[in-house]
């Protein structure tokens, strides 16, 4: 490495640091209507069916992966 890349470097990120970042003005409000018991219960479900469901295939048929045809 040059001997003027560590200045370099130091003056590219000098000017990032000293940017002022505008903080977000989030507000949250109760919801419009409650979710039910039902509701939550579908979202959780599918939710998990779609993460854990292909996994589950793959580490079934990990031994098919394995095998060189």
Do not use: N
Not at 25 to 34: A, F
Not at 45 to 62: D, N, R
Request: charged share 20%; proline share 7%; with cysteine.
């Amino acid at each position: 490495m040059s001997v003027l890349t560590p200045l370099l470097l130091r003056g590219l990120t000098g000017s990032a640091r000293r940017l002022m970042v505008p903080r977000a003005q989030v507000h949250s409000k109760p919801p419009r209507e409650q979710l039910g018991v039902l509701d939550i219960t579908i979202g959780l479900t599918s939710c998990f069916i779609c993460c854990l469901l292909p996994a589950g295939w793959v580490l079934s048929h990990l031994e098919s992966y394995k095998k060189r045809d």
